[in-house]
């Protein structure tokens, strides 16, 4: 299989999908459905830095998201003075996300497997009751509101936004598997004390793996609340935006960014989609749909991520595209399966 | 010279002393075997050697330069930094909403006013003012604690025996098994011939340096008798392999001193001859050997000087031949004779 083309088909296919979509009867319209699924790449892209290249279990990514889409709010709402602009105040989420980031890594990567999941689980929830309670600054629980845009197909902007970046973080990041630097995450992956004896900085190596994730689900965030021109409240970003981001990376394939790329589509498009549309169908169909909370599909979501996490973990604990491990040695003439192995 | 200077180095488990107060030293060329009965401390002084494990007491010297980092000019910058730092969070954090409202909030009004940077850091900084220093300077206080113990129990750590020159290899293999076998000694592979950005956006550099660095891991495959191997995955290898893979891993990093941790263990007596000549070969490429062994095959076949460890205490040393002739040596491995 080439490689390349298969990623530039995906890219051009999801590239043309808001003018396919015009083609379809209104039922079948996607409109910004996919837009949200190709963010949610972006963060699973980072939490694989950590979970899948790293080997580190972070259960607080959300977090990272809140603290991304507030610092971008903060810093383009017309409430304060600071406007800065789209591009300002992605690049000034980030920053502030990987600044908490390192805050809470500093003392904690000594920790390893449980007790660092345990951390970051607990700095999940404490992020969310920070940014509902500092209120001067966030307006608590009543979030931001940033100037809404206009147009009935607003949402192509951030669609292709979330696309051009998820193609370059693509490309970013499979480059990086294929240094020094991938090969370091690696091997503190596989044996840490290991690396270190080989001359890896194992500490250095996995704190800028935890850098990289923070700043990849605050741009996340920041993304986010862009397309909603909108903070989100602080109930937003709660453990269960953290397990999204989680199962897309273990469902598609930790370590794998193809595979990670797959789980966010079905894990997004599940949970926006698929169930949506079969809420709406049985709507249609005139079944009742207030007065039991299990009606709605939308519901079940967890349901349904949990038995596919089970099924995964039983059938295919690779993720449905395992990594590659053994990568191919780079060619003089361009690069991609030299070996062939899928 | 001695190239490595152990001296009255003791290591304590809880009640136990694994090493009592060894001392020995490793010149620099030589192949020097550490043996002893199962028990006798050899692999726990490997690991106080390579920084594993800290030694309760006494110390090792490489080169000239002491196992433990000394505070250097960097390590003190880094706590200063650190101290600076945690200070001026805390000082802004403690009062983070106050500070909001007087620089940003009531400077702005909701786009009533003009804002301007200056006059909201004048702001800013008479609030922090107001606050006193008592936030900063606990929060310094803090943080230069921190830092410090992080450089206390970071001075002495296998990444600082690495850099000084001290490769090792582990009694229970630790390859990075999922990892090719090349990719396992590119790991190892000291210097670094390109940057984080070279290697994110492909330049040019990293393209050189990445062919360069799999030449040479190419290399150091060929003289372990591996390079067939090159693109499995490391953990597939057969038992002897996998040794082999560890000592090319080690020497990838450029060692002065390799330490060998039974290296002909499962091995047998064909491969632990080919394992003989590639340990001559290292030391013809200008290391130094310390090796664990029990194969006296081995040992005797290449050692310049044995040293013997019983019970964590060192009693006997010298070449092979003395060595094997010592009645100490010899009670230690057989027991003493019934009267």
Redesign the interface.
């Given at each position: 299989m080439n490689r390349p083309l298969a990623w530039i088909a995906a890219l051009a296919l999801v590239a043309a999908l808001p003018w396919i979509d015009l083609l379809l009867p209104p039922y079948w319209r996607l409109g910004g459905d996919v837009g949200p699924i190709l963010e949610l790449a972006i963060a699973a892209l980072g939490l694989n830095l950590l979970v899948g290249n790293a080997g580190l279990l972070n259960l607080g990514s959300a977090a990272f998201v809140a603290v991304g889409a507030y610092a971008f709010s903060i810093l383009t709402t017309v409430v304060y003075p600071f406007q800065i602009g789209f591009a300002g105040g992605a690049i000034g989420a980030m920053a502030v996300s990987a600044l908490v980031g390192a805050v809470i890594a500093a003392p904690t990567l000594r920790l390893r497997g449980d007790y660092l999941a345990i951390v970051t689980l607990g700095f999940g929830e404490i992020a969310k009751d920070l940014v509902t309670n500092l209120d001067v600054i966030t307006s608590g629980a009543e979030g931001l509101t940033l100037e809404p845009a206009s147009g009935a197909r607003a949402w192509l902007w951030p669609y292709y936004l979330a696309l051009a970046i998820l193609a370059v973080l693509v490309v970013a990041l499979t480059n990086l598997d294929r240094s020094r630097f991938g090969r370091a995450l690696a091997a503190v992956r596989e044996d840490e004390l290991a690396a270190s004896a080989s001359g890896v900085p194992a500490r250095r190596a996995k704190l800028w793996a935890f850098l990289g994730c923070a700043a990849l689900c605050g741009l996340y965030g920041a993304l986010y609340a862009n397309r909603l021109r909108f903070s989100g409240l602080p109930t937003n970003y709660d453990f269960q935006l953290s397990l999204v981001i989680l199962s897309a990376v273990i469902l598609g394939g930790m370590g794998s960014i193809p595979g990670v790329i797959i789980g966010a589509f079905i894990i997004g498009g599940l949970n926006s989609i698929v169930l949506a549309k079969v809420g709406d169908l049985l709507v249609r169909l005139g079944l009742p749909n207030d007065s039991n909370s299990l009606a709605s599909p939308t519901n079940w979501k967890f349901l349904i991520f949990g038995l596919c996490l089970i099924l995964m973990m039983r059938f295919r604990p690779g993720g449905l595209v395992p990594a590659r491990r053994v990568a191919p040695a780079p060619r003089a003439s361009g690069d991609g399966g030299a070996h062939g192995a899928a | 010279m001695a190239l490595l200077e152990v001296d009255a180095l003791t290591v304590r488990f809880g009640g136990l002393t694994a090493v009592d107060r060894v001392g020995f030293s490793v010149d620099e060329g030589q192949i020097v075997s550490l043996i002893g009965p199962n028990g006798a401390g050899k692999t726990t002084l490997f690991n106080a050697v390579?920084a594993?494990h800290p030694a309760s007491s006494g110390r090792v010297r490489f080169a000239g330069q002491d196992l433990r980092a000394p505070l250097s000019f960097g390590a003190m910058a880094r706590i200063l930094l650190m101290a600076l730092g945690v200070g001026a969070?805390v000082q802004v954090c403690s009062d983070?909403?106050g500070l909001?409202?007087v620089a940003?909030?009531d400077?702005?009004d909701?786009?009533q006013q003009a804002?301007a940077v200056r006059d909201?850091w004048h702001a800013a900084v008479r609030h922090l003012r107001a606050q006193g220093p008592w936030p900063a300077l606990v929060g310094g206080m803090v943080g230069a604690a921190?830092a410090f113990n992080a450089w206390r129990t970071?001075r002495l750590?296998?990444?600082r025996?690495?850099?000084l020159g001290i490769?090792?290899t582990?009694q229970n293999i630790?390859?990075?098994?999922?990892?090719?076998v090349?990719?396992n000694v590119?790991?190892?592979?000291?210097g670094?011939p390109?940057g984080?950005l070279a290697?994110?956006?492909?330049l040019p550099r990293?393209?050189r340096g990445?062919?360069a660095?799999?030449i040479r891991a190419r290399d150091l495959l060929a003289f372990v008798g591996l390079e067939r191997f090159a693109?499995?995955?490391a953990g597939g290898l057969p038992y002897g392999h996998q040794r082999r893979l560890e000592i090319a891993?080690?020497l990838?990093?450029d060692p002065r001193l390799l330490l060998l941790d039974e290296p002909a263990a499962g091995m047998n007596p064909a491969e632990g001859a080919d394992l003989i000549e590639l340990i001559r070969a290292i030391r013809a490429r200008g290391v130094t050997v310390l090796l664990i062994e029990h194969h006296m095959n081995v040992v005797m076949g290449i050692s310049d000087r044995v040293v013997v460890l019983d019970h964590g205490v060192r009693i006997a040393e010298g070449d092979p031949k003395t060595v094997s002739c010592d009645p100490k040596v010899i009670e230690a491995y057989l027991g003493k004779e019934e009267a």
């Open positions: - | 390579t594993v969070l983070i909403e909001w409202q940003v909030v400077r702005f909701y786009g804002w909201a921190a970071g750590q296998p990444l025996a690495r850099r490769a090792r582990f630790r390859l990075f098994s999922e990892l090719s090349i990719d590119l790991v190892g592979l000291a670094a390109y984080p290697a994110l956006l492909r990293w393209r990445e062919t660095m799999r693109d499995v995955p891993r080690a990838a990093g």
